[in-house]
C-alpha cells in the first residue's frame, strides 16, 4: 500500500478484526501441504495405488478413492492460464491491496491451484506466462504460496 | 420424467430490488397467494410445499427454518397439506426443486406441488454481502485466503473465455445491453427504466478486471411461486398448462480448479450434449424455440451457454449478441426478463424467477415483453462456482 492511501481501517473506523486477513484452516489430510509451505516447499498428494496427483488433496484419492498416499515436492513451475485483477468491492481485509492479481495456474505436475500473481507489473500479465512459486509467510505460522513471473 | 408428465399452470412474482422491510416470509406468503389465485386452483388441494432456502443465513429470523417446517402451508391454511419440505442447490435450485416436485408426484402422494422462493439480501450489510460471495462459491481454505471473490471467479472465466475464442470485451458487454432491453419491458426487474450502450457498460467502473460494474450482477430482494401438477389435472383445471418436455443436466466441479472441461473457451461445447439431451426429449430441436432463457448470472457465461445452445456455433455467441440477435422483436429473444444482471440477482431464485417468466411467456401472460405466438421454450440454470449445468424444454403444448 502506498503511502498517500488512507487504509480502509481509518477510514471506516474498523476494529483489527475487521480486517484481519482469512488465513486458511487446514484439515487433517491437508495439514501436510500447509507444514510443506511453512518449509517454503510445495507438496502435492499424490495416490499410492493410481499414481493419480490430487490438489487440493482430499482424504482418499478422487480417481480411485484409496486412502494410501505420499507426498511429493513439486517443482515450483506453473503457466498462466488464466487472471483478473480486483479492483473494487473486494471484503475489507483484501481493500488496501487493491489492486490485485488473482489467477489460475497450471502446475507442471498437472494439477492447477487459484492464487495471487505478485512482483509482476499488471501490463506484464499474458496468458501462458511461465511463472515460479513464491512463499508469503503472513504470520509465523502460516505461509502461502504465491507466484511470480519465471526467470 | 416422461414428455409432458407435469405442467405449471399458475405464477407469482414481487418486484426484485431493494426491500429491507419486506421480510422473506412476507414474500413467499404473497406468491404462493399470487400463484395459487393464477393458477385457479382450491388452496386445499395443494399437496406439499416446497421452499428453495435463503442462501445466505439469517440468525435473527430464520427463514430457512420457518420453510422447512412448514410455516407456509399453516399461514396459507392448506389443509390438504401433506408434505412440507426445502431444497437447496444455489443457483441450480430451480431445477433441483422441480426434480423434487416430480418424485413428489410420481410417489403418487398428492397430485399439486406449491413451490416458493423467496431471498432478502439487503438485510445484511455490503461488506457483509461482499464477505459472503467471497466465500460462497469459493473455498476457505484454498481460496479465500487470496483475497477470491465471485466476481475475480466471473472475471477469470471471461479472460480465458476471450483469450480462447476471440471474443471482445464489446461482444461481452451486449449481453448486458440486450439483458436491461428486455428488463426495460419488466414491471418486477430492478432496473427497468433506463436502456444501456455497450459503451456505457465498458467504460463503468472496473471491478474485477476485465469486468466493470455493469457486468457484474447486483444482489436483490424478490421472490416468485409456481403451482406444479400432473398433466392430466392441468388440463382439466388450465386453460395453457406449460408442460415440462425435457430436461437434462450435468455437474462439473465445486472449485474452478478442478472443473472437468480445463479450457473454458470449449465450455459452450461442453454444455452443448447437456441441452442436445434435453431437445432430444423434448421432440424438439434448437429452432423450434421461440425462447432462449438463459441463466448466466455474468455476461460470459451467458454467452457459454449460448454457446451450447444449438444456434450458433460454439465460441460465437458474442456475435449473436452483438447484432442484437436476442433482443425484444428479433430473431432468437433471449432471457426475457432481463436475468441477473438486470432483474436483480436473488440468490437461489434467478432460476426461478427466468422460470416463472418463461411460463408467462407461454401463457400468453408476459405483458410488454410477451413474445407473440410463443408455444416453446429452453432454459439453463446452474449454481456456485459454475459447478453444474441444467436444460429444460418447456411448451404450451406436447409436440406430437
Known amino acids: 500500500m502506498s503511502d498517500d492511501k488512507v487504509s480502509i481501517k481509518d477510514l471506516l473506523g474498523l476494529s483489527d478484526e475487521d480486517v484481519a486477513k482469512p488465513l486458511p484452516i487446514p484439515t487433517d489430510w491437508s495439514q501436510p501441504f500447509w507444514e510443506g509451505t511453512k518449509q517454503h516447499k510445495l507438496l502435492m498428494k499424490k495416490c499410492a495405488n493410481c499414481g493419480n496427483i490430487d490438489h487440493p488433496p482430499y482424504l482418499f484419492c478422487t480417481d480411485c478413492m484409496a486412502e494410501e498416499h505420499e507426498w511429493i515436492e513439486a517443482s515450483g513451475k506453473g503457466t498462466l492460464y488464466s487472471y483478473a485483477i480486483n479492483s473494487f468491492g473486494v471484503p475489507f481485509p483484501f481493500w488496501d491491496d487493491m489492486p490485485y492479481v488473482l489467477a489460475i495456474i497450471d502446475l507442471d505436475e498437472g494439477p492447477r491451484v487459484i492464487s495471487n500473481i505478485v512482483e509482476c507489473d499488471l501490463e506484464r500479465l499474458e496468458n501462458g506466462m511461465r511463472l515460479q512459486v513464491v512463499f508469503d509467510d503472513v504470520t509465523p505460522e502460516v505461509t502461502l504460496p504465491k507466484w511470480k513471473p519465471a526467470g | ?400
Open chain 2, 1 to 400: 420424467m416422461g414428455r409432458g408428465e407435469f405442467a405449471i399452470i399458475g405464477t407469482g412474482e414481487v418486484p426484485c430490488g431493494n426491500y429491507p422491510e419486506r421480510s422473506e416470509f412476507e414474500m413467499a406468503y404473497r406468491v404462493a397467494k399470487m400463484a395459487i389465485e393464477d393458477s385457479g386452483i382450491d388452496k386445499n388441494e395443494i399437496g406439499a410445499v416446497l421452499a428453495a432456502g435463503h442462501i445466505m443465513s439469517n440468525p435473527g429470523c430464520d427463514y430457512n427454518t420457518e420453510m422447512y417446517f412448514g410455516r407456509l402451508p399453516e399461514a396459507i391454511g392448506a389443509k390438504g397439506c401433506k408434505i412440507a419440505a426445502s431444497t437447496i442447490s444455489g443457483g441450480a435450485s430451480s431445477f433441483s426443486i422441480m426434480k423434487t416436485a416430480e418424485g413428489i408426484l410420481h410417489s403418487g402422494e398428492t397430485d399439486t406441488v406449491l413451490v416458493v422462493h423467496a431471498q432478502r439480501f439487503s438485510q445484511f450489510t455490503t461488506n457483509e454481502q461482499a464477505k459472503f460471495f467471497a466465500i460462497a462459491g469459493s473455498d476457505l481454505e484454498w481460496e479465500v485466503p487470496y483475497g477470491m471473490t465471485y466476481n475475480a471467479l466471473a472475471a477469470m472465466v471471461t479472460q480465458a473465455y476471450m483469450n480462447e475464442t476471440g471474443t471482445t470485451l464489446e461482444q461481452v458487454a451486449s449481453v448486458c445491453v440486450s439483458d436491461r432491453k428486455w428488463a426495460c419491458l419488466q414491471p418486477n426487474a430492478m432496473f427497468n427504466n433506463k436502456e444501456i450502450t455497450v459503451e456505457k457498460v465498458i467504460s463503468s467502473r472496473t471491478i474485477a478486471y476485465p469486468l466493470t460494474s455493469l457486468m457484474c450482477n447486483v444482489l436483490a430482494d424478490g421472490g416468485s411461486a409456481f403451482i406444479v401438477t400432473t398433466a392430466e389435472k392441468a388440463r382439466k383445471v388450465c386453460d395453457k398448462p406449460v408442460y415440462f418436455l425435457g430436461e437434462a443436466s450435468e455437474f462439473s466441479h465445486r472449485l474452478i480448479t478442478r472443473a472437468k472441461e480445463r479450457d473454458f473457451g470449449k465450455w459452450g461445447a461442453g454444455f452443448t450434449p447437456v441441452f442436445e439431451k434435453a431437445y432430444e426429449a423434448a421432440g424438439l430441436g434448437p429452432d423450434d424455440m421461440d425462447i432462449y432463457q438463459i441463466y448466466g448470472s455474468y455476461p460470459c457465461i451467458a454467452l457459454m451457454v449460448m454457446d451450447a445452445m444449438g444456434i450458433c456455433e460454439p465460441g460465437t455467441a458474442g456475435e449473436l449478441f452483438e447484432r442484437g440477435d436476442t433482443w425484444p422483436g428479433a430473431k432468437y429473444p433471449t432471457s426475457t426478463n432481463g436475468e441477473a444482471l438486470s432483474f436483480g440477482h436473488t440468490g437461489t431464485g434467478c432460476g426461478f424467477a427466468l422460470l416463472v417468466e418463461t411460463v408467462r411467456q407461454l401463457q400468453g401472460k408476459a405483458g410488454k415483453a410477451q413474445v407473440p405466438g410463443a408455444r416453446f421454450a429452453v432454459k439453463d440454470c446452474g449454481g456456485g462456482a459454475f459447478m453444474d449445468i441444467h436444460a429444460t424444454v418447456l411448451g404450451n403444448e406436447i409436440p406430437g
